[in-house]
């Protein structure tokens, strides 16, 4: 059913999203138009890392999903980074985090909490989050911010690009850790296992299938990023706003979407690797990369937040953590996350 | 033992209070009359709210306690917040957050740790408390606090009265969870439960005391708010302190005092519920409401506590968490939890 | 083996030091010289002190390892504190906590974990440990870090003075806690007197010990604390580099080798009890000794560490209570440990 939307929505909007460029069509509707596009993209990309990764075993699988899974993110990011906005590109990445973390995960505890009493999910699971958000978001973000208070420009970017590569490496060698040396212990993985899973899609349909997706992506991105000024000043949404709400949510749609299918499954393993898992690879991953990516452009990025950005972070992580280490969930901790969530908006909102 | 020196109490202290607001007594025994008076009134609301919500059954019975609980720190603030002196209720409020975490609970570890080697309570009830605490505190007081640095004032004041709304919510829905939804979960109400209880007062006398006691609790608080400037001036003691330890002691004394006698009985889970569960009662019914009512003053108050209170409350809350989370006390958490009072308590005095 | 080169480091360290400081030698070979007889030093204190305490018990045993333990960290920064350098005394308590948590621990994790797939600690000291953890760096840190911000030099000297008598007083508690009255609960001293201990030295062998090489390690602190400054023009290092990397590294070489030395025995009870304690030690007893010391100095030292230092103190302490907690290590938590301390010691050194 969503999937046939998805089709529909993807057959009208990319010539559409096409024929506005030539034409210059005004900012707003092109807006829209690019984030429904978007979102429908988003999904088919989703499927295709999902069948290349049944195809190809667990590990290249786990690979593959830690490079493609953000693959919309990191194309809007680095076409906003093109166009010089670099306060958006770091309020979509702070987005990304706290819409995983606080309204992915809100409201698939919610949604399934509200149909079961009570969920379970891989205490091991959530030690290995709990660990690596910690160290992503409170010592690896919070370091520079602090620390370049006292620096030049020069030296807070090579602080920024020593701590962008340590995060890919440690990123790596947390894949490396999950999926090699101490795979038996995540329970999740095995699993999926015991399900014979059947890819939806051929290996070579699902390459073809991402190559296209991803082009279109990388286009259709493009053409929103340039709508975001006009947008700003005809709602009166600040540059933050747009970052951290707007381009999140357009951003992480898709993942919205099925953590909430699978909560409602029971099967919060999932639910709980797709928005803790997307936000480790939004802060391991895409953003280091786009760090470095951005020493190619005009204007380098250093890893420095703004301070609302940081401490909305390190709420939301403290908050999930709490949360989730004794591996249960129930519809009134997805309401604390849920109005968390709520909280910060008003904040960014009013900021 | 107790109730019969609140009687006494309570018996000359009202009309001495009101011969001395008639004639202009000197501020300084006007204040300790004032304070001993509250706290023998503290004592009799308690045992009314209790013996009304024996009779009302356990649902009905922890609204009341949400509502009237706290119903004398409502009462002082309202009378502070009249008389213009925001910066005395935020550390009031403050106090009352920092005396219960970490003075009553360490003073009851502490206690009964010296009689029982080591004392169990719920973890279930820890679990849903520290949630709750770090959404209060570490959300919804530091997001505005951060986010208020780069806004004005009519912006700040917008976020304040969202946040209060959203917290007084959350507030309502952790009681749906806890009496309704999830009731089986939470030990403790079962346990009490079990032994039948009988309530002290009927339903008629619990109203009537609960009436009486409150109106005398709100004129007495009107005399002691008046007292406060004349008090700073005379023993050098600032605002800040005024409000968060000595306002703060007076306050919650009905509390100090029971859930010290329910640590001795080795009750150490209505000892936690009434440390933890008063805690929240302030950050997430009390405040709130303080904020809502503020805006029918003449100068409406702001969710903004200064630097130092709200570090305060931060790191008392990560210790309590840190302390609780395994359900386990002894006399040395208590004694560390007291140690952490001190160190705020001399900060405070000689800020 | 090791011991052999300790020998041999110390019987031609010491005579060089002596003549070097005679003669005046250069800095830059006069640091590694005093860096290299310190380390062997500690390595002989280390023994002694381990020897006194299986002979004298484990309760006296345990005061005197609360108060060697340190000893050379405790004399190298009274001398540095002699030449007024309080810059570099704050910045080296900084770097052992670091050093501790992060690189002492990370390595033995690291080394533990690639040999054994799981290692297992007490639950109970790591309870024991975070609680405490907490309290010095987030409580008694950080709160006359912010309340200073808005106090007067006496004020903050006074607050410093009470805060370091509360640690000293909770430390000696704490001791009291977990050699007297609750000692069965901590497994590890009970697997340790399963083994019958032989002490290395006599008695009155490791008294002697003990006494020359603390009296060796004073006078070659002296001379290695004349060459910071030159070291600092010569490398372009900072004072704060010196002091959380180089001072603490060389403070704390024998804490390193005999952790890591335990972790690939798989007794990880003890290495978590050295890098941990040690941490504790420094922040709870060598740092407030040193803030009554510096009373009888030119220049006294306030309990007030730069923000850096603060923050980086305060994100390790955060992300090793995570990883501890579930008394679980292996090679990837130890990664993550190593990881942040590279990335605080690249902040310090571009600081």
């Given at each position: 059913m969503l999937n046939r939307l998805f089709s529909i929505m993807i057959f009208f909007g990319i010539p559409l999203v096409v024929v506005g460029a030539i034409f210059h069509w005004s900012d707003i509707p092109m807006f829209f138009l690019c984030c429904i596009t978007i979102i429908a993209l988003a999904g088919y990309i989703g499927r295709a890392t999902e069948s290349l990764a049944i195809v190809s075993g667990p590990r290249v699988g786990g690979l593959l999903n830690a490079t493609f899974g953000n693959a919309v993110e990191l194309l809007i990011s680095i076409f906003t980074l093109k166009a010089g906005m670099i306060g958006i590109v770091l309020a979509s990445l702070t987005g990304s985090v706290l819409g995983n973390l606080l309204l992915v995960l809100g409201l698939s505890f919610f949604a399934g909490g509200v149909k079961y009493k009570r969920q379970n999910f891989s205490i091991h699971d959530a030690k290995y989050n709990s660990g690596l958000l910690i160290f992503a978001v409170i010592v690896a973000f919070v370091i520079p911010e602090i620390f370049s208070m006292s620096m030049d420009h020069a030296k807070t970017l090579s602080l920024s690009i020593g701590i962008a590569l340590i995060l890919i490496a440690l990123y790596m060698a947390g894949l490396f850790f999950k999926l090699?040396?101490?795979?038996?212990?995540?329970?999740s993985a095995e699993q999926r296992e015991e399900e014979i899973e059947t890819p939806e899609w051929t290996k070579g349909k699902s390459m073809l299938i991402l190559l296209l997706a991803t082009v279109a992506v990388a286009f259709v991105s493009e053409q929103l990023v340039h709508t975001f000024e006009t947008l700003g000043e005809q709602f009166g949404w600040t540059e933050l706003f747009i970052g951290v709400i707007i381009v999140a949510i357009v951003g992480n749609a898709a993942e919205h979407a099925s953590a909430v299918a699978m909560a409602l499954k029971n099967k919060m393993d999932i639910a709980v690797e797709i928005a803790v898992g997307s936000t480790l690879q939004v802060a391991m991953f895409v953003t280091p990369v786009l760090v470095l990516i951005s020493l190619l452009m005009v204007e380098p990025m250093a890893l420095v937040f703004t301070v609302p950005e940081l401490v909305a972070m390190i709420t939301a992580t403290l908050l999930v953590i709490n949360l989730c280490n004794d591996g249960e969930s129930n519809w009134f901790e997805g309401l604390i996350l849920f109005a968390a969530y709520v909280i910060i908006g008003i904040g960014f909102f009013l900021l």
């Open positions: 090699v040396t101490h795979r038996g212990v995540f329970a």
